[in-house]
């Protein structure tokens, strides 16, 4: 009876054992090394809207912030698939569980680590006020008073601009896409554009009747990763740990370069 006892007692707890380490899956895993048939794959949101840190070409997303989140899952060893969708439901989508990671040029800011936890910044970010190259009216920021400005819904750029709204007196009327943004500046329905000066760069190569008159700070720590808050610690770690490392190798500054961001980095490090 006692051999019985021990017996059941024994299979009792290997069960319960094998059924914790099936239900821990993500952070306490990363401990160990895993096999190749048992690396984990995150759904990984962006808005593939925003060149060049992540757009369309020929039907497949790519851009700066794909290849650098490829060397990222390389190092951290995890798979992962792309889900685009608009950029102010990309943390409803974290939170709901749709999506198990952010990153889309995403500034980390206070009221975003409200709901959010923000890896350590992979780039700086600034923002940018856009004009018509024959508006004489726009030389600074003071002189927006009044205006109509365009922005990009769910970014830095139109939180910092409804703050500005009533001291400014401001028309803000926002875009789905930066693209519609700028597409309402080349047609008149705006004065001005608010942008990131990254991702802003390629559209004003693309559109010479389009100049940039002022740019600040966006305020952020940086544009950085999202995980769902207080749910990822020992993978946040991991990922902060990769970011650390390919920022300080060569590859990142070839992977700047790859996407024209090289300049716009070193300029942005000088201030």
Avoid at 51 to 66: A, L, M, Q, W
Avoid at 132 to 146: H, T
Avoid at 205 to 222: A, C, V
Avoid at 230 to 258: F, P, Q, V
Wanted: glycine share 8%.
């Amino acid at each position: 009876m006692l051999l019985r006892f021990l017996s059941l007692l024994f299979i009792c707890v290997f069960f319960l054992a094998c059924g914790d380490s099936q239900d821990s899956k993500d952070s306490k895993n990363y401990a160990k090394n895993y096999a190749a048939d048992t690396i984990p794959t995150f759904r990984v949101g962006l808005n593939a809207e925003y060149p060049p840190f992540e757009f369309k070409k020929d039907g497949k997303i790519t851009g700066f912030d794909v290849d650098l989140l490829d060397m990222i899952s390389k190092k951290v060893q995890f798979k992962y698939t792309l889900h685009h969708m608009s950029f102010d439901g990309l943390i409803p989508a974290l939170k709901s569980g749709k999506i198990d990671m952010i990153m889309s040029s995403m500034s980390d800011t206070p009221e975003r680590e409200k709901q959010v936890d923000f890896s350590i910044p992979y780039y700086e970010g600034i923002t940018i006020y856009i004009k018509q190259k024959g508006n004489e009216e726009l030389i600074d920021k003071d002189s927006i008073k009044g205006k109509r400005v365009g922005v990009f819904l769910g970014t830095v750029q139109e939180q910092a601009i409804n703050r500005m709204k009533a001291e400014y007196n401001l028309s803000v009327i926002p875009s789905d896409s930066i693209f519609g943004a700028i597409m309402n500046l080349k047609t008149g329905k705006v004065d001005v554009v608010l942008a990131d000066g990254a991702t802003a760069l390629g559209y004003l190569k693309e559109n010479p009747e389009l100049i940039e008159f002022w740019s600040e700070s966006d305020g952020s720590n940086g544009i950085s990763i999202a995980l769902d808050k207080g749910k990822h610690a020992e993978l946040l770690t991991r990922i902060d740990k990769a970011i650390k490392e390919i920022k300080e190798s060569d590859a990142y500054y070839e992977l700047l370069d790859k996407y024209g961001l090289l300049v716009h980095y070193r300029a942005q490090a000088m201030k």
